[in-house]
C-alpha cells in the first residue's frame, strides 16, 4: 500500500514488514520493491488456507479474502503489475485460485468464503470489467465461492485512469466530493455480462452507500444481491436493524469522514474509530449505564455537541434541559450542509438531523430564543453546566461595518448560511 512518508526500498509502511510484488513494474507504494519468489507464493497460499482453517476452528461461519486494493493478489491479478514472469505465477489468477481451493480442502468445500476482487482497475492498460467477466469470474465460479464482493479501482500509482473525471481510486474509499452509491452502474454492467455467460453468482456492491436509500440503490432489479458497508457500520453498527424496525430516522448516517481509518486509528492505535459516533469499538468504555445519582444538566448551546451530550446525559437518567439562543436546533454543521449546488454538502446536515431526532425521542426540553445569561442558567438550579456554544466570531475592524450589520448590508457566514433560499 501506498504511504504517506518516506520508506526504504524493498520495506513496507507498517514496521517489520516488506514491500514486494509479481514484478517491480507499476507498483503500489514502495517505487524499489522486491519480486516475490515462486517458493514464497507457494508458502503463502498454505498461510492464507491455515488462517481460514484456524478462524474456523475458531467458530467463525465463513471468511472474506481481501484479494483488492494493493494486496498481493491484487498486484497478481492486474495487467500492469503482473508483467514478466517465466513461472507458474505468469498465470494471474493461480495465486487467488490456490489460495480458495487449499482453502476447500482444510475446511470444506461447504465452508463459505466471500473473496473481495478488484473487478476493474480503471487505469489505461489494466483490465476493465469486460475482461473479469471473460478471464477471471468463469474459474471463480467454477470454486463455487458464496458470493463475489465487488469492488471497481486500483491503487497502482503513475498510470492515469480511464476515467475522465473520477479517480480510480475513488471507486475504492470514496473522498468527500465522490457521487453517492458510484458503483451502481459498474456492478449493473457486471450483473449484465454474468448472466449473458450463464454465470449465478451473487455479489456485493459498495462504495458511498451513505443512506437507506443508497443500500436499496445497490440492491434494485440487475444489481447486486448484497450492500457491503463501511463507514455506515461504524457510524451506526444498528443501521440494518433500524431499517428492519422502520426507525430509520434514528439511523447516524455516514458523513464519509474519519478516513484515516487505517493510517491514524488502526495501526497507531489498534482500534477503528467514528467521528461521528465516539463508541464504536469503545463499547465497554462507553457503555450507558443507569445512573442511581441523577442530576440536573444544563446545556447551553443546541448544535450537534451539544445535542450529543443532552440526549447522552437524558438517555444515562439525568434531568436535563438544552438553551438556545436561535430558534431551531443544529447549529454550524446545519448551516454548514446548506449548500444546495455543491455536490454532497448535505451529508454534514446528516448529523444534526440525527441528533433533532434523538431529542425527540428521548423528549429532551429546549428552550428557544434563549441568550443563556447567568440569571437564565440558575434560574434552572443546575448540578452541571454544560457549555456547548461553539466558537466566536472575529469581526473585523472597519469604520461602517456595525452599520452595514445592522442594516443588513453585510451579514455574518451564520446568518447567509441560515437562510433557507
Same mark, same amino acid.
Request: net charge negative.
Given at each position: 500500500?501506498?504511504?504517506?512518508?518516506?520508506?526504504?526500498?524493498?520495506?513496507?509502511?507498517?514496521?517489520?514488514?516488506?514491500?514486494?510484488?509479481?514484478?517491480?513494474?507499476?507498483?503500489?507504494?514502495?517505487?524499489?520493491?522486491?519480486?516475490?519468489?515462486?517458493?514464497?507464493?507457494?508458502?503463502?497460499?498454505?498461510?492464507?488456507?491455515?488462517?481460514?482453517?484456524?478462524?474456523?476452528?475458531?467458530?467463525?461461519?465463513?471468511?472474506?479474502?481481501?484479494?483488492?486494493?494493493?494486496?498481493?493478489?491484487?498486484?497478481?491479478?492486474?495487467?500492469?503489475?503482473?508483467?514478466?514472469?517465466?513461472?507458474?505465477?505468469?498465470?494471474?489468477?493461480?495465486?487467488?485460485?490456490?489460495?480458495?481451493?487449499?482453502?476447500?480442502?482444510?475446511?470444506?468445500?461447504?465452508?463459505?468464503?466471500?473473496?473481495?476482487?478488484?473487478?476493474?482497475?480503471?487505469?489505461?492498460?489494466?483490465?476493465?470489467?469486460?475482461?473479469?467477466? *471473460?478471464?477471471?469470474?468463469?474459474?471463480?465460479?467454477?470454486?463455487?465461492?458464496?458470493?463475489?464482493?465487488?469492488? !471497481?479501482?486500483?491503487?497502482?500509482?503513475?498510470?492515469?485512469?480511464?476515467?475522465?473525471?473520477?479517480?480510480?481510486?475513488? !471507486?475504492?474509499?470514496?473522498?468527500?466530493?465522490?457521487?453517492?452509491?458510484?458503483?451502481?452502474?459498474?456492478?449493473?454492467?457486471?450483473?449484465?455480462?454474468?448472466?449473458?455467460?450463464?454465470?449465478?453468482?451473487?455479489?456485493?456492491?459498495?462504495?458511498?452507500?451513505?443512506?437507506?436509500?443508497?443500500?436499496?440503490?445497490?440492491?434494485?432489479?440487475?444489481?447486486?444481491? !448484497?450492500?457491503?458497508?463501511?463507514?455506515?457500520?461504524?457510524?451506526?453498527?444498528?443501521?440494518?436493524?433500524?431499517?428492519?424496525?422502520?426507525?430509520?430516522?434514528?439511523?447516524?448516517?455516514?458523513?464519509?469522514?474519519?478516513?484515516?481509518?487505517?493510517?491514524?486509528?488502526? !495501526?497507531?492505535?489498534?482500534?477503528?474509530?467514528?467521528?461521528?459516533?465516539?463508541?464504536?469499538?469503545?463499547?465497554?468504555?462507553?457503555?450507558?449505564?443507569?445512573?442511581?445519582?441523577?442530576?440536573?444538566?444544563?446545556?447551553?448551546?443546541?448544535?450537534?455537541?451539544?445535542?450529543?451530550?443532552?440526549?447522552?446525559?437524558? *438517555?444515562?437518567?439525568?434531568?436535563?434541559?438544552?438553551?438556545?439562543?436561535?430558534?431551531?436546533?443544529?447549529?454550524?454543521?446545519?448551516?454548514?450542509?446548506?449548500?444546495?449546488?455543491?455536490?454532497?454538502?448535505?451529508?454534514?446536515?446528516?448529523?444534526?438531523?440525527?441528533?433533532?431526532?434523538?431529542?425527540?425521542?428521548?423528549?429532551?426540553?429546549?428552550?428557544?430564543?434563549? *441568550?443563556?445569561?447567568?440569571?437564565?442558567?440558575?434560574?434552572?438550579?443546575?448540578?452541571?453546566?454544560?457549555?456547548?456554544?461553539?466558537? *466566536?466570531?472575529?469581526?473585523?475592524?472597519?469604520?461602517?461595518?456595525?452599520?452595514?450589520?445592522?442594516?443588513?448590508?453585510?451579514?455574518?457566514?451564520?446568518?447567509?448560511?441560515?437562510?433557507?433560499?
Amino acid at each position: 500500500l501506498a504511504a504517506t512518508f518516506p520508506i526504504e526500498p524493498g520495506t513496507g509502511w507498517i514496521p517489520g514488514t516488506v514491500s514486494w510484488g509479481p514484478s517491480n513494474q507499476v507498483v503500489i507504494g514502495n517505487p524499489h520493491p522486491g519480486i516475490v519468489p515462486t517458493e514464497v507464493y507457494d508458502d503463502l497460499v498454505e498461510a492464507y488456507a491455515q488462517g481460514a482453517r484456524r478462524a474456523r476452528e475458531a467458530g467463525y461461519d465463513s471468511v472474506s479474502w481481501h484479494f483488492c486494493h494493493g494486496s498481493l493478489p491484487h498486484t497478481n491479478l492486474s495487467l500492469l503489475a503482473n508483467v514478466g514472469r517465466n513461472d507458474k505465477y505468469a498465470d494471474r489468477f493461480l495465486f487467488c485460485e490456490r489460495i480458495l481451493e487449499r482453502t476447500q480442502e482444510l475446511c470444506g468445500k461447504e465452508f463459505p468464503q466471500m473473496p473481495r476482487f478488484c473487478v476493474d482497475e480503471n487505469l489505461e492498460g489494466g483490465y476493465d470489467i469486460e475482461y473479469f467477466a *471473460e478471464h477471471y469470474a468463469p474459474r471463480l465460479h467454477a470454486l463455487g465461492i458464496a458470493v463475489l464482493d465487488c469492488t !471497481f479501482g486500483s491503487m497502482i500509482q503513475g498510470v492515469p485512469g480511464r476515467h475522465p473525471e473520477i479517480d480510480s481510486w475513488e !471507486f475504492i474509499g470514496p473522498g468527500f466530493y465522490t457521487p453517492n452509491a458510484i458503483n451502481l452502474d459498474n456492478i449493473a454492467k457486471l450483473k449484465k455480462l454474468l448472466i449473458e455467460k450463464n454465470i449465478d453468482m451473487p455479489l456485493i456492491g459498495s462504495a458511498n452507500l451513505c443512506t437507506p436509500e443508497d443500500l436499496r440503490s445497490m440492491v434494485a432489479e440487475g444489481r447486486a444481491e !448484497f450492500a457491503g458497508t463501511c463507514r455506515l457500520s461504524m457510524d451506526d453498527p444498528d443501521y440494518a436493524i433500524k431499517i428492519h424496525e422502520g426507525r430509520e430516522e434514528e439511523i447516524r448516517k455516514s458523513t464519509r469522514t474519519g478516513a484515516s481509518n487505517i493510517l491514524g486509528n488502526i !495501526f497507531a492505535k489498534g482500534w477503528a474509530g467514528s467521528a461521528q459516533n465516539a463508541s464504536f469499538g469503545r463499547d465497554h468504555e462507553f457503555r450507558i449505564r443507569h445512573t442511581l445519582r441523577p442530576k440536573k444538566v444544563v446545556v447551553v448551546g443546541g448544535g450537534s455537541g451539544g445535542m450529543e451530550y443532552a440526549i447522552t446525559a437524558k *438517555e444515562i437518567g439525568h434531568d436535563v434541559i438544552v438553551l438556545e439562543k436561535s430558534d431551531k436546533l443544529g447549529g454550524v454543521m446545519d448551516w454548514a450542509g446548506n449548500y444546495p449546488n455543491v455536490p454532497n454538502m448535505e451529508i454534514i446536515r446528516y448529523q444534526p438531523d440525527f441528533h433533532r431526532a434523538m431529542m425527540r425521542k428521548f423528549d429532551v426540553p429546549v428552550r428557544f430564543n434563549c *441568550e443563556a445569561s447567568l440569571d437564565d442558567v440558575m434560574a434552572e438550579n443546575p448540578d452541571v453546566v454544560v457549555i456547548a456554544t461553539g466558537a *466566536e466570531w472575529v469581526m473585523p475592524e472597519f469604520d461602517g461595518l456595525d452599520a452595514a450589520l445592522d442594516s443588513g448590508f453585510a451579514v455574518t457566514m451564520e446568518q447567509a448560511m441560515s437562510r433557507d433560499e
